[in-house]
Nanobody
Framework: EVQLVESGGGSVQAGGSLRLSCAAS????????IAWFRQAPGKVREGLAC????????NYADPVKGRFTISRGNAKNTVSLQMNSLKSEDTAVYYC?????????????????WGKGTLVTVSS
């Protein structure tokens, strides 16, 4: 059974940092791409960052370039999202998702599996 479990969400003041983690199981991790998305109330789900586990290629959406960093986690089969210089508009539920292959895309329709999400609240 494929599982993606997010952790690390919480509340932080604007300008602060959080590190999210996504633990994956049930598929061959190295052959898949892992991405982070978020969805704020009343808004569509947006892609933030993705990493191809086969070659380490990363891709970022413009709103988070220079502030967020996606990387393979220290633990096996994990991917982390380091979020710095957080803003109130970063408040959302954050999801990790997985798609087969090495192409790093940031569109929800390209993802096969999703985690249940973790809430990030940034107060100004």
């Amino acid at each position: 059974e494929v599982q993606l479990v997010e952790s690390g969400g919480g509340s932080v003041q604007a300008g602060g940092s959080l590190r999210l983690s996504c633990a994956a199981s049930g598929f061959r991790f190295d052959d898949w791409t892992i991405a982070w998305f978020r969805q704020a109330p009343g808004k569509v789900r947006e892609g933030l960052a993705c990493i191809s586990n086969s070659d380490g290629t990363t891709n970022y959406a413009d709103p988070v370039k220079g502030r967020f960093t996606i990387s393979r986690g220290n633990a096996k089969n994990t991917v982390s999202l380091q979020m710095n210089s957080l803003k109130s508009e970063d408040t959302a539920v954050y999801y990790c998702a997985a798609s087969p292959g090495r192409f790093c895309l940031l569109h929800p329709d390209s993802m096969n599996y999703w985690g249940k999400g973790t809430l990030v609240t940034v107060s100004s």
